[in-house]
């Protein structure tokens, strides 16, 4: 009769113990995949800044966020969905040379991580948010 109530309580841990690492796994692939659409975020605005192909409302910047799915899509059950926001200042500066502009660039993701583990899990009825920041400054030269 011990060893029985011995091996539930090992057995028990151990599902634990598994069920523990699927979710910090889970989570990580989350934050890579946030990361990853962060980086492609900023690098399409680098590219318009780049180009010169800014309209006034893209200088305004976005602060409502752009939704985007991190796992799954719109017609599965299973996804994770995240905003995307970017800002964009032009910077003035007396020591800057009048033939480039200078723009800071800021772009973030936010996403609520809804997987039951210790560092994301929902307490008191409250959903921890996550948030990811790249920042950069461009120089675009007037030719």
Known sequence: ???????????????????HARSELRA????????????NYMEHWKGRIASGNLSTTDKLGNYTGKEIYLIGDDQTDIKVTAK???????QGSRYNDP????????????????FNT??????????????????TVMLVYNV
């Not at 995307?84 to 032009?90: A, C, D, I, T, V």
């Not at 033939?99 to 973030?108: A, C, G, I, M, N």
């Open 1 to 19: 009769m011990l060893a029985v109530v011995i091996i539930t309580i090992t057995s028990m841990g151990l599902m634990y113990g598994v069920v």
């Open 28 to 39: 990580l692939e989350i934050k890579e995949r946030a990361t990853e659409e962060l980086s």
């Open 84 to 90: 995307l926001f970017y800002s964009m200042e032009k």
């Open 99 to 114: 033939d480039y502009e200078s723009y800071h660039l800021k772009v973030w993701v936010r996403w609520n991580n809804f």
């Open 118 to 135: 210790p560092e994301s899990a929902v307490h008191h009825d409250i959903q921890k948010e996550h948030e990811r920041i790249l920042e």
